[in-house]
C-alpha cells in the first residue's frame, strides 16, 4: 500500500525563521506535487517537481525532490504570516491518482 | 481561464438523507476527479474519470456513493443514504489527459462542504 508520510504534522514558527517541511513515500515515484490549503478553501497548486533532483522555488518556498530517497522537502525562507497554511505534499501513482500525505499545519507568529 | 466549478458550496443535511454534488471542469480537461477531505486530513480519492469512463473507484463506498459524468464534461455525485461519517468537504478536480506535454497537473475547485446531523 502507497504510504506518504509528512513531517512536522504542525509547526509554529516565527517569523523571519526558516524551516524544511518533509514529505516521504513508500513506493518509488519521478515526480511530486506540493499544494498550499488555507482554512476552508481548496487546494492551491505550490509545486510540480517532476524528476529526480529537480528543485523549485517560489518566493519565500523552495521545493526539492530525491526520487532515490523517496523524499521531498519544502524549504520556508525568513517565514512571514502569510505563510500560515496547511501544506500537503501528493504523490501520482497509476492513471495519475494522486496519494496526498497527512498535511503540515504551518502557524506562523510574529 | 475559468477554474473547476462546484455547486453547492455547503449542505447540511440529516442522516438517511440524499445528497448530490455539481462539478464542472477546466474545459479541455479530460480527467475528473472526486476526492473527500475529512477535517484534518489529506484529500482521498473516491473516483476517476477518464472522459466519461471510470479509470479508479477503489475506494469509493459504492452502497451508497454514485457518480456519473454521462457527457464527458460535467460530473454529479450523490450519496444514498447519507451517514453521519460523510461529513467531509467534497472537491472536485480536472486536469489534461495523459501525453507528453501534461503534467497531470490537477486543479481543484472549491469544495462542497457538507455536515450529516
Known amino acids: 500500500e502507497l504510504k506518504v508520510e509528512q513531517n512536522p504534522l504542525f509547526l509554529s514558527m516565527q517569523e523571519g525563521k526558516n524551516y524544511t517541511i518533509y514529505c516521504n513515500y513508500s513506493t518509488t515515484s519521478d515526480r511530486l506535487y506540493w499544494y498550499r490549503q488555507d482554512p476552508g478553501k481548496s487546494l492551491e497548486s505550490l509545486f510540480v517537481?517532476?524528476?529526480?533532483?529537480a528543485v523549485k522555488q517560489e518566493g519565500r518556498l523552495m521545493a526539492s525532490l530525491d526520487t532515490k530517497a523517496r523524499l521531498s522537502t519544502l524549504h520556508i525562507t525568513a517565514a512571514v504570516h502569510d505563510l500560515s497554511a496547511t501544506y500537503f505534499c501528493?504523490?501520482?501513482?497509476?492513471?495519475?491518482?494522486?496519494?496526498f500525505g497527512t498535511g503540515t499545519r504551518l502557524q506562523v507568529t510574529l | 481561464e475559468a477554474g473547476v466549478a462546484q455547486s453547492p458550496r455547503y449542505k447540511i443535511i440529516e442522516k438517511r438523507q440524499s445528497v448530490a454534488f455539481w462539478c464542472n471542469p477546466i474545459s479541455g480537461h479530460a480527467t475528473l476527479y472526486w476526492y473527500q477531505q475529512i477535517l484534518g486530513q489529506g484529500p482521498k480519492l473516491l473516483i476517476q474519470f477518464q472522459n466519461n469512463g471510470v479509470v479508479d473507484d477503489s475506494q469509493l463506498p459504492k452502497d451508497r456513493f454514485s457518480a456519473e459524468r454521462l457527457k464527458g464534461v460535467d460530473s454529479t455525485l450523490k450519496i444514498q443514504p447519507a451517514k453521519l461519517e460523510d461529513s467531509a468537504v467534497y472537491l472536485c478536480?480536472?486536469?489534461?489527459?495523459?501525453?507528453?506535454?501534461?503534467?497531470?497537473?490537477?486543479?481543484f475547485g472549491p469544495g462542497t462542504r457538507l455536515t450529516v446531523t
Open positions: 478536480a480536472s486536469s489534461l489527459p495523459r501525453g507528453p506535454l501534461s503534467s497531470y497537473e490537477q486543479y
Open positions: 501528493a504523490r501520482p501513482g497509476t492513471a495519475s491518482k494522486l496519494t
Open positions: 517537481l517532476l524528476s529526480n533532483g
